[in-house]
């Protein structure tokens, strides 16, 4: 009876011992990296580089159109008028202005104009937004740790929005100077192209290196800097605002299964923190675009800068076109980034839940 109950104790014992294992097979329809932690960190570099590429090529005609308004190259090419004075007249004045860029684009230099430096875009925005979410995402919880604070705090994101842009703002300059240039390059005549100063990307990248040497690859670096504040700005409110659309989309008592319908609402939750973030901080923050776009723009056929620091770009724009030049191009600057920051994002956050990416789980794995 003895051996017997004894040989019934371990029958009865090995169900449980199956029970334990079973929820670990789970971990095999996840990327083994992902799930072991050894590609955790990497997560939000490819769910960046992916989330650039997406926004990059949806938004380009308008990043193109955005890029004009803000030059005072093209500005000088348009219908000459007075500038209102009052805000309603000045958001007149850049409608006016849109349509007559947009008609001399399209019947001198034909659809292709509206792609003109999608190149050096892609080139700069997938390995910048990688680097970017890399930098951000990481620095989250390396913060966290620091700071001794939950992920979700604002100085945590506002720290690692910081870290992020003044990262991508240094290694990334020189291609969105070459992005400038050629978006600046503008052909009088359609047929003409002996007009343009720049035949692609590496002719101009190494015009510029002859002609201005190394430092000419990094101007409007300050004004990028300046960007940080819209970068934090657009971060913090955006995790702040996520955090609150998060139970609306799910609801407290969600099931594990996501359903269809808590699917769109999360969605809409996400575009929504995002593009509500993102008019905020370029409302706030919109003139350093139009310095660093002026800095970055090439010099008059005799070798001359009009603008050569941040301060003295900002004064001779206000002196010469008021507060209105400062804010030249915003409504094409909104209609660009809200739906590239909802494109953006959305993406991202896209891409880490294909990656079965959970924070939780991938803290202390780099």
Excluded at 113 to 137: Q, T, W
């Amino acid at each position: 009876m003895s051996s017997r109950s004894t040989l019934s104790n371990n029958v009865d014992l090995a169900p449980p011992q199956l029970a334990v294992s079973t929820p670990n097979t789970s971990l095999m329809s996840m990327p083994s990296g992902v799930a072991s932690g050894k590609l955790s960190h990497m997560a939000h570099f490819i769910a960046g580089a992916a989330a650039g590429l997406a926004s990059t090529t949806l938004t380009a005609p308008l990043d193109v159109l955005k890029t004009r308004f803000q030059s005072s190259m093209v500005q000088r090419n348009l219908p000459s008028k007075p500038i209102p004075a009052s805000f309603p007249g000045v958001r007149s004045y850049h409608v006016l202005q849109t349509t007559n860029i947009m008609r001399n684009i399209y019947h001198v230099e034909g659809w292709r104009g509206l792609f003109r430096g999608l190149g050096p875009s892609l080139s700069g925005v997938i390995p910048s937004m990688a680097l970017k979410f890399y930098v951000y995402g990481n620095c989250k919880r390396l913060g966290a740790g620091v700071l001794c604070c939950g992920e979700e705090a604002a100085l945590v994101h506002a720290q690692a929005a910081v870290a992020a842009s003044i990262t991508v703002s240094t290694v990334m300059n020189p291609i969105f100077v070459i992005k400038t240039r050629l978006q600046l390059d503008v052909r009088t005549h359609r047929t003409d192209d002996t007009t343009r100063r720049y035949a692609g990307s590496l002719n101009c990248f190494r015009k510029i290196l002859r002609q201005e040497g190394v430092l000419g690859l990094y101007q409007g670096l300050g004004a990028s800097y300046l960007g940080a504040v819209e970068t934090v700005l657009h971060l913090v409110l955006y995790e702040q605002l996520k955090q609150l659309f998060r139970p609306m989309a799910i609801g407290p008592d969600a099931p594990n299964d996501v359903t269809w319908g808590q699917a769109v609402r999360t969605w809409l939750g996400t575009s929504g923190a995002a593009g509500f973030a993102k008019l905020a901080a370029v409302v706030v923050t919109y003139p350093h675009e139009v310095l660093r776009t002026r800095l970055r723009q090439a010099p008059s056929a005799n070798g001359i800068r009009k603008y050569v620091g941040l301060v003295q770009c900002f004064r001779v724009v206000r002196a010469e076109e008021g507060l209105a030049g400062l804010y030249g191009g915003m409504t094409l600057h909104l209609l660009r980034s809200i739906p590239s920051a909802i494109i953006t994002l959305g993406v991202y956050e896209y891409v880490l839940s294909l990656l079965n990416y959970d924070d939780a789980r991938s803290r202390g794995s780099i």
